[in-house]
């Protein structure tokens, strides 16, 4: 089977950092990515990882260990806004050629409170 | 440019009735996709168009059906509603290779009664 896990829920506060953690468990890997969800609107892409490392987008970096399994969303500078679910989502290696397809998880709601 | 858009934004259908949602992208993507969101859920895949006159299931393709139109439209179908299809649908779409965003249209709630 495939999985991705994630916590469901983390709190923090304005300007602060705070880091969503990923796992994941799939049958082929091709790059992991993240996207953001605000209350149930379209979900937008934020970041990928196709090797190992850090990636800097502003204030959100993030980061793959392929040997590891594992990846992080690290958000810094918390604004009001940031508040919104977010998912990190695999690429199934399989018809990769044909487009491929990602394999989500189920999301982080991230609450910033003031 | 529009985008990736839906339409309808909101159904209400009785057990058995069908639907179709519709989806169409105006940027030239070559792949779409239809997801499903449940409450507390991530985005499950009910089917895929790599590329025009392509189609393939996801992980949750029962109980729906899909056409990809044309390169712009690829359209749901319910044949006969089931509550248990209560969810927001999303159509997405990306470029393809070298590509790794996935674009997604708003959403269409839809609830089965």
């Known amino acids: 089977g495939q999985s991705l896990e994630q916590p469901s829920e983390v709190t923090a506060v304005e300007g602060a950092i705070v880091q969503i953690n990923c796992t994941y468990q799939t049958s082929g890997f091709y790059g992991l990515s993240w996207y953001q969800q605000h209350d149930g609107g379209a979900p937008t892409f934020l970041s990928y990882n196709g090797l190992d490392g850090l990636e800097e987008t502003g204030r959100f970096s993030s980061f793959l260990s392929r040997s590891d399994s594992y990846g992080y969303l690290l958000l810094q500078e918390l604004q009001m806004k940031d508040s919104a679910s977010y998912f990190c989502?695999?690429?199934?290696?399989?018809?990769?050629?044909?487009?491929?397809?990602?394999?989500f998880g189920q999301g982080t709601e991230l609450s910033v409170k003031p | 440019n529009a985008g990736v858009t839906q339409t309808p934004k909101f159904q209400v259908l009785k057990t058995g009735q069908s639907m179709t949602l519709q989806c169409a992208q105006d940027m030239n993507h070559n792949s779409m996709y239809w997801y499903r969101q449940d409450p507390g859920m991530g985005l499950r895949l009910i089917y895929y168009s790599a590329s025009e006159g392509t189609t393939d299931k996801g992980e949750v393709p029962n109980g729906y059906n899909v056409s990809r139109l044309n390169k712009r439209e690829f359209s749901l179908r319910l044949e006969s509603a089931a509550p248990s299809q209560t969810s927001v649908y999303f159509c997405?779409?990306?470029?393809?290779?070298?590509?790794?965003?996935?674009?997604f249209g708003p959403g269409t709630r839809l609830t089965v009664t």
């Open positions: 989502a695999v690429r199934d290696v399989v018809g990769y050629n044909q487009g491929g397809k990602l394999i």
């Open positions: 997405a779409s990306r470029e393809a290779l070298g590509s790794y965003e996935q674009y």
